[in-house]
Structure formats: C-alpha cells, structure tokens
C-alpha cells in the first residue's frame, strides 16, 4: 500500500536540519520512499493521494523516559520533595496493586494522551513487584502494541532501596531479580517490529553492583540496550557518593557500566568530570524538564552537555511526577527553563530542543537508522499539523513548533506509515470507552489515597 502526502511543508531533521515547502512524500509498506518538490513524484496506479497544501509534517516525537501506569496517580501528590512524594507515590502502588486488567486500560489511556501530542514513540519505564511482574508485563506490552505506537518496554528492577523506606524489595538476590528480567524479555521479544525491549535498572544505587554487572551481561547476551534514572536529586547522588565513596558516574566506569547503549534519565546531580565520562563513552542523556520543575529536583545542565557533545532526548516522565504526556510541553521547558537560572551561552535554543524530541530520543533508544527523521528509508512515523493560530504567520517555524504549539493542531499521526489518529481521532482503540472500563478504579484510588494520608509518617 503507498501514500502520497501531498505539498505540505516538511521539517525533515536531515543532516542539514532542512525545512522544505510545497514538498511531496511518498509511503510505501511503512517506510518513506520519496521526498521531492511537490508534482515530482510519479503517481502510481494503487497510491493513495492527500493533499496536505497548509499543512506541516514533523517526525514523530519520542519520549525516551516514561512511566505510563503513573497516570493513576496523577496529580494526587503535591508535596515538597522528591523524597516524599516517592514515598507516597510507592506506598500508592504497593496498595493499589493495579491489576492487568487496569495496566492495560492504563497504558492505553496513556497512549492516547501521547498520540494527541504527536508523540509516536516511547520509553515505558515499568515497574512490578517480581512474583506477578510478567503478567503485568504482558498486559502493558499489549496496550503499548493495541495503541499503534512504536515502544521500548523499559522493565524496571531494583535489590536494595536506600533512597526509600516505601519500596519492599521482594527478589531474594541478584540472580533472581535478573532470571526475571530475561523472562520478561523473552515476553516482548518478536512480538512486533514496533516493539523493543531495554534492561532498566531503577538508579545505580538502587542495585547492588552484583546486579548490574549481571544486567550489562544479560544485555549483551540479548543486544538491547540499558535506561536507568541518573542523579536525579541531590541526595541520590549524595547516596551514591557515600555508597561508592565516589561520585556515581565515575564508579559506573569502574565496573564497567557506561557505554553507547546506555541512556539515563534526568542526570541533574553531575560534576564537570562525570558529564566527561558521559560524553566519553556516547552515554545519552533524557531530559525531564516538566518532571524536574514539578518536584524541585533541580536544574540539569543540558546546554553544557549539548555543547561537550553529550546527545540528548526528552522525557515526559511519568504524568505523576510530570504533568502530561506532551513532548510539545517539555520542548517548552527544556527551552524556558534555562532562561531563568543560566547566562545567555548556556540557553538552550528551540532547534536544539526540536532535536531533542526528535532525533535525540531516537538515539537514547538506540533507534535513529529507523526514526527521528523524515528521510528516505527511514520508517514513516509521521505528524501532520492543520494550520492554527498558534503556527501563523509561520514566520519561523521550528521556533513557533516550540514555543508556541501545546499539540493542539496535530491533526493526523502515522507509525509505520499506519494512521494512529486522523482528523483527531483516534484509530487504533476505542477512546471513548476506556474512562468507563477505568472508573472502577476510582474508589480504589481514593481508598489507596486515604491509606497513604492515615500512614504515621
Ligand atoms: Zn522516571
């Protein structure tokens, strides 16, 4: 089947980050086969034509860092601290004990709300207690597949819990917690190209260093790459310095640990030679700005990083520790922010952030020959954007994209040339049904929340 979208303006993140008008492409069987002035491209007898005259194309957004069943718990905390809305958030989830059944109407919710945003592809960061984690494995990979989306299972794991009292550690040693692991790939591997599986390590400290040693192992043995949270508030990197008796980063080199397949969150609590050891071995970095803002973690040092050669991605986060699964919102922040608690030379500027969300996520997931951008061969994860007030007068577009845009003017969005949603409708699952089949929920969640706010604190 091919597609021809025709005379639309194309931001298309090539090596000469071009943005071409009046321009024609072609889709065939999922990928992009041709990209040319509008009325170039031979038709053929079985293409389907758009036209898309006033329209924008942008690559699909990536979110490289999220925690999709998260949005049961959104905006349920509001608390003063990284460290007590954790315990909060975890002492919910141990009592709520979402079922399958609920991860799955979760994820799907959470898709949908990243599919309105333009965002194709995401990192889901999934956590479980190990004794029922595969079902629960199972049920997320199948919304995140049932969404059309293009996803990286990101399974969680930790064996110690030094930053938070809240979190019971079930698996009985290393061994265990990773014999769960490589199940749960097992679970994801060849269900579909448009799935893809990470190690993903809580946070160094998190983990003995028997644990993540066994992790670099098994992601070796299985070719997938590792995401882990990094120095995401000051006391995390002040535990791991009294762990280690050394700064994170520097003892991840020790043991081996840092290498281009590896991707980490936040990053905010790093000195000059940690980010050196970073950029040394092609680490990306995922910036979470709206969750960095929200729980007064801090401010991470993104344009320095830009600038050393560090790549980086953008991140939603959770919609509990954030605020919505929008990447139009970080690439917001991640511009904003700076402004206010850097100088000049260290503001990140909007084409830099365009390619955070675009081709800087695509390699925190190590897939920037598939996605990231609108090219020949690449696959066709599209975003088509109906003129708005908020685009016009497109003076300068990838500025106004940033600045300007919330995703309110995505109108069509396609993962392998696949149509997730048209004229704002979503394709894939039925949006109108899932706020009932959730609303059981509810009361557990306000019972849960009732629990959490009786706990001696
Ligand atoms: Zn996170």
């Known amino acids: ?62 979110s490289a860092h999220s925690h999709l069943s998260g949005i049961f718990q959104r905006s349920l905390w509001d608390e003063t601290s990284f460290e007590s809305w954790s315990a909060k958030t975890f002492a919910m989830d141990r009592l709520a004990n979402l079922s399958p059944e609920e991860i799955y109407l979760l994820h799907c919710a959470a898709g949908i709300e990243l599919i309105r945003h333009g965002v194709t592809t995401v990192l889901d960061m999934f956590s479980a207690y190990p004794s029922d984690a595969l079902d629960k494995v199972d049920a997320a990979s199948k919304a995140l597949l049932d969404t059309g989306m293009r996803a990286i299972m990101g399974y969680s794991f930790r064996d110690q819990s030094p930053d938070n009292k809240d979190v019971t550690v079930e698996a009985t040693s290393a061994e265990d917690v990773i014999l769960t692991a490589r199940a749960a790939a097992e679970r994801v591997t060849n269900l579909s190209s448009r799935l893809g599986f990470m190690l993903a390590p809580s946070a160094p400290q998190r983990c003995s260093d028997k644990l993540l040693g066994l992790c670099g192992k098994l992601a070796q043995e299985l070719g997938v790459g590792i995401h882990t949270h990094l120095a995401e ?40 030679e940690e980010i050196g050891l970073l950029r040394k071995y092609d680490v990306k970095v995922v910036h ?22 560090l790549r980086v991605g953008l991140g939603t986060d959770s919609a509990n520790a954030g605020t919505v699964y929008s990447i139009f919102e970080q690439m917001k922040l991640a511009v904003l922010m700076p402004r206010c608690v850097w100088p000049p030379e260290n503001w990140v500027l909007p084409g830099e952030a365009f390619e955070m969300a675009t081709l800087g996520g695509a390699r925190a997931l190590l897939l920037d020959q598939v996605i990231g951008s609108i090219e020949e061969g690449k696959q066709a994860d ?64 306000r019972e849960a929340q009732a629990a959490v706010l009786a706990r001696p604190s």
């Open 1 to 62: 089947m091919s597609l021809l979208l025709k005379g639309a303006t194309i931001v298309t993140m090539n090596d000469r980050k071009e943005v071409l008008s009046d321009h024609d492409l072609l889709l065939e069987d999922g990928r992009i086969v041709g990209l040319a002035p509008t009325g170039s491209i031979p038709k053929g007898g079985s293409t389907e034509e758009w036209s898309c005259n006033g329209k924008i194309i942008i690559p699909g957004l990536v």
């Open 233 to 272: 508030t000051k006391t995390h990197a002040a535990i791991g310095r009294a762990i280690y008796g050394e700064p994170i980063v520097k003892h991840l080199e020790r043991i081996g640990f840092l290498n281009s397949g590896l991707s980490v969150a936040h990053s905010i609590w790093l000195d000059d």
């Open 288 to 309: 979470n700005p709206a969750s960095n803002m929200r729980l007064g973690s801090g401010a991470a040092r993104v344009k320095e990083m830009i600038r050393s050669g």
């Open 382 to 445: 599209l975003v088509i954007l109906k003129p708005s007030l908020s685009l016009s007068p497109m003076s300068n577009l990838v500025n106004q994209l940033v600045f300007a845009e919330n995703g309110d003017s995505v109108e069509a969005v396609f993962v392998d040339g696949k149509p997730l949603m048209l004229q704002r409708r979503i394709q894939m699952v039925d949006e109108e049904d899932i706020p009932g089949q959730a609303s059981s929920l509810k009361a557990r969640i």
